[in-house]
């Protein structure tokens, strides 16, 4: 059973980091592109980053450019989103996500985790 594990929200002061961490188990995720996307409330789903199984193509959202950058370990199966400089604004339940292609903006991923809660404060 394939499962995506979400951890490392919080609540933290505007200005401040996060770093999310996102596991992969139940399945091999080679040449799986793997992907954070965020819900605010009352909003729907929105990309954040996206990095391919190599690491050698990654895309962001330009609310995020120069504040957020996404990594992966593939000998852990784990991806990671280092969040700086946080706003009120990026207070949303964020989602990892893997998808057998190439990296994507679009919510078209063949797996999802289940989400982890990050507020950020004024």
């Known amino acids: 059973q394939v499962q995506l594990v979400e951890s490392g929200g919080g609540v933290v002061q505007a200005g401040g980091s996060l770093r999310l961490s996102c596991a992969a188990s139940?399945?091999?995720?080679?040449?799986?592109?793997m992907g954070w996307f965020r819900q605010a409330p009352g909003k729907e789903r929105e990309f954040v980053a996206a990095v391919n199984w190599r690491g050698g193509s990654i895309r962001y959202a330009d609310s995020v450019k120069g504040r957020f950058a996404i990594s992966r370990d593939i000998a852990k199966n784990t991806v990671y989103l280092q969040m700086n400089s946080l706003k009120p604004e990026d207070t949303a339940v964020y989602y990892c996500?893997?998808?057998?292609?190439?990296?994507?903006?679009?919510?078209?991923?063949?797996?999802w985790g289940q989400g982890t809660q990050v507020t950020v404060s004024a």
């Open positions: 996500a893997a998808r057998r292609s190439a990296v994507t903006p679009i919510a078209e991923y063949d797996y």
């Open positions: 139940g399945r091999t995720f080679i040449g799986y592109a």
